[in-house]
């Protein structure tokens, strides 16, 4: 009875901002978007996800037996220990049920070379990281989704330097560890047969962007290269086609294509950026797409998030609406610059390690133990399941003209590969905005509003339903509340559907 009288409550409450906004919107300024349905810009080579590690722990570290040491704090990131057990199988449903309902697209899965080898030629199929990543990728092969398969680090002693941690050591051997890398890809595609890897990243954030802690050398000789010819032969040697995809640097490096002679090894390029993107920025990713796109190699966002709005230990503010209102910036301008796909960090995470980055709470911080019952952390899971329950995978970025400054209003309309429409809007303002959006070329038919914002998720009973509906051909008026996130689009989803992936 109580969740019927929410649904009543939400449905007048929308009624009554339906009201107001018809009535308003004649007598105030209305900003008219245009929106070209014929003029594609570009097309996307993938779509949008997070982050999913399959890391269950690193520690204890030992670092009294290395001169050059892991730093104690947050060793790996927050790329560990966000998932439960594996024995805990309700939690596992509704954590791979999360994952469909955002319809997430394109997921970096991340392991270490540890997960499956952590003795020298003794291949472990069966260890607890191993099994995980095989749920993963078989929810990702029910559900057309496609893996950008990172490994982090090696984190094994057998082939760390001397007097190294090998969390962060480079492989001494590279023989060995391009040699494990592409036993592991062997073993994935023909033993298990899994056809939804479709890029392979080898290590995590390398020195070369403007911070890398993952290739340590120490007093020794070498250079990360030397691994990507090393791992790019020993695939071409066994007829592996998987992309490698690389250099994976951070944060937001600038471009400068001297620097990247490696690249003849990659078949994609992907880095990361954690300031949030600033026109500056923008202009930063547009060169890396233009170069990778002119190379016909595709150009990957595979880590983004706001770093500048906190973060570390248990802060919250990366689980805020404000980073969603952010991360949604940055997703635009990586459009608008011609990325092809985004990955956010990150999916799950125990929020107590680098901060509270997860969409789903799969952990309880206070009792230091995992929930039985996964649920939203609101804010986040729909800020950013505002854009990703509705981008197709592989959609094409159509040109768009938006009469206002980035500062108040972005606006990025996207069509899917079956012809399918959608709009997304970002009010960055603290005001409501009027807008219309208008189409020319190929007119849409029925289109459908969606809309979040801090004040409506935190509505009682609020759920991701549609507002209103637009007839076919039908320039869309709407009103976009004060620092929300707005979808029109053609596809019609209630909140108990899965997100779309293609």
């Given at each position: 009875m109580?969740?019927?009288?929410q649904?009543i409550?939400?449905a007048?409450?929308?009624?009554?901002?339906?009201?107001?906004t018809s009535?308003?919107?004649?007598n105030?300024?209305?900003?008219?978007?245009?929106?070209?349905?014929?003029?594609?810009?570009?097309?996307m080579?993938?779509g949008?996800?997070a982050s999913?590690?399959?890391?269950r722990d690193?520690f204890p570290?030992?670092n009294?037996?290395y001169?050059?040491?892991?730093r104690e704090?947050?060793?790996?990131?927050?790329?560990h220990?966000?998932?439960?057990p594996l024995?805990?199988?309700?939690?596992?449903?509704?954590?791979?049920?999360?994952?469909?309902?955002l319809?997430?697209?394109?997921?970096?899965?991340e392991?270490?070379q540890?997960?499956?080898?952590?003795?020298?030629g003794?291949?472990?199929?069966?260890?607890?990281?191993?099994l995980a990543?095989y749920t993963?990728?078989d929810?990702?092969?029910e559900?057309g989704v496609?893996?950008f398969?990172?490994?982090?680090?090696?984190?094994?002693?057998?082939?760390?330097y001397p007097g190294?941690h090998?969390l962060?050591s480079?492989?001494k051997?590279?023989?060995?560890y391009?040699?494990?890398i592409?036993?592991l890809?062997?073993?994935?595609?023909i033993?298990k047969?899994?056809?939804c890897?479709?890029?392979?990243?080898?290590t995590?954030?390398?020195?070369?962007?403007?911070w890398?802690?993952?290739w340590?050398?120490g007093?020794?000789e070498?250079?990360?290269?030397?691994?990507w010819?090393?791992?790019?032969?020993?695939?071409?040697q066994?007829g592996?086609t998987?992309?490698i995809?690389?250099?994976?640097?951070?944060?937001l490096?600038?471009?400068?294509?001297?620097?990247?002679?490696?690249?003849?090894y990659?078949?994609a390029?992907?880095i990361?950026?954690?300031?949030?993107?600033?026109a500056e920025?923008e202009?930063t990713?547009?060169q890396?797409?233009?170069w990778?796109?002119k190379q016909?190699?595709p150009f990957?966002?595979?880590?983004?998030?706001n770093?500048?709005?906190g973060w570390?230990?248990?802060?919250?503010n990366?689980?805020s609406?404000?980073?969603a209102?952010?991360?949604?910036?940055d997703?635009?301008?990586?459009?608008r610059?011609?990325v092809?796909?985004f990955n956010r960090?990150?999916f799950?995470?125990?929020g107590?390690?680098?901060?509270?980055w997860?969409?789903?709470?799969?952990?309880d911080?206070?009792?230091?133990?995992?929930?039985?019952?996964?649920?939203?952390e609101p804010?986040?899971?729909?800020?950013?399941g505002i854009i990703?329950?509705f981008?197709?995978?592989?959609?094409s970025?159509l040109?768009t003209e938006?009469?206002?400054?980035?500062s108040?209003l972005?606006c990025?309309?996207l069509?899917?590969?079956g012809?399918?429409?959608?709009?997304?809007l970002?009010?960055?303002?603290g005001?409501?905005?009027?807008?219309?959006?208008r189409?020319?070329?190929n007119?849409?038919?029925?289109?459908?509003l969606?809309?979040v914002?801090?004040?409506?998720?935190?509505?009682?009973?609020f759920e991701l339903n549609?507002?209103k509906?637009?007839?076919?051909?039908e320039?869309c008026?709407?009103?976009?509340?004060?620092?929300?996130?707005?979808v029109?689009?053609?596809?019609?989803?209630?909140?108990?559907d899965k997100?779309?992936?293609?």
């Amino acid at each position: 009875m109580k969740k019927v009288q929410q649904r009543i409550f939400l449905a007048f409450t929308c009624c009554i901002f339906l009201f107001i906004t018809s009535c308003t919107m004649k007598n105030t300024e209305i900003v008219k978007i245009n929106v070209n349905t014929s003029e594609e810009m570009y097309q996307m080579k993938g779509g949008m996800g997070a982050s999913w590690h399959v890391i269950r722990d690193v520690f204890p570290l030992n670092n009294e037996k290395y001169k050059i040491q892991v730093r104690e704090v947050a060793p790996l990131g927050s790329a560990h220990g966000g998932n439960p057990p594996l024995s805990k199988t309700g939690a596992w449903e509704q954590i791979k049920n999360h994952a469909s309902w955002l319809g997430m697209n394109f997921i970096r899965l991340e392991i270490l070379q540890r997960s499956y080898l952590p003795e020298r030629g003794r291949y472990d199929w069966d260890s607890e990281e191993m099994l995980a990543l095989y749920t993963i990728l078989d929810w990702a092969e029910e559900n057309g989704v496609d893996i950008f398969l990172q490994q982090m680090a090696i984190n094994v002693e057998w082939n760390a330097y001397p007097g190294i941690h090998p969390l962060i050591s480079a492989p001494k051997d590279l023989d060995a560890y391009a040699e494990a890398i592409a036993t592991l890809l062997e073993f994935l595609t023909i033993e298990k047969g899994y056809s939804c890897i479709k890029y392979f990243c080898m290590t995590n954030e390398p020195p070369g962007g403007t911070w890398g802690y993952w290739w340590e050398y120490g007093e020794n000789e070498g250079k990360i290269e030397d691994a990507w010819a090393r791992l790019k032969k020993e695939f071409d040697q066994r007829g592996i086609t998987i992309p490698i995809s690389g250099p994976d640097w951070t944060d937001l490096p600038p471009f400068n294509e001297e620097r990247l002679t490696f690249a003849k090894y990659f078949g994609a390029i992907d880095i990361h950026s954690y300031q949030g993107v600033s026109a500056e920025g923008e202009e930063t990713l547009r060169q890396w797409a233009n170069w990778a796109h002119k190379q016909g190699k595709p150009f990957f966002l595979t880590e983004y998030g706001n770093m500048s709005l906190g973060w570390g230990t248990n802060d919250p503010n990366q689980k805020s609406f404000e980073a969603a209102l952010s991360n949604a910036s940055d997703v635009m301008r990586g459009m608008r610059a011609g990325v092809d796909a985004f990955n956010r960090w990150s999916f799950t995470n125990r929020g107590d390690l680098d901060g509270q980055w997860q969409l789903i709470a799969t952990f309880d911080r206070a009792k230091k133990r995992y929930r039985n019952e996964v649920m939203p952390e609101p804010e986040a899971y729909y800020g950013f399941g505002i854009i990703s329950r509705f981008l197709s995978k592989y959609s094409s970025v159509l040109k768009t003209e938006v009469p206002a400054p980035d500062s108040v209003l972005m606006c990025n309309a996207l069509k899917s590969p079956g012809g399918v429409l959608s709009v997304f809007l970002l009010n960055k303002s603290g005001k409501p905005i009027h807008v219309e959006v208008r189409f020319s070329g190929n007119i849409p038919g029925e289109m459908h509003l969606y809309q979040v914002s801090k004040e409506i998720i935190h509505t009682p009973g609020f759920e991701l339903n549609k507002v209103k509906s637009y007839g076919e051909g039908e320039h869309c008026a709407l009103l976009l509340p004060p620092r929300s996130i707005s979808v029109i689009t053609q596809h019609s989803l209630d909140n108990r559907d899965k997100g779309i992936v293609f």
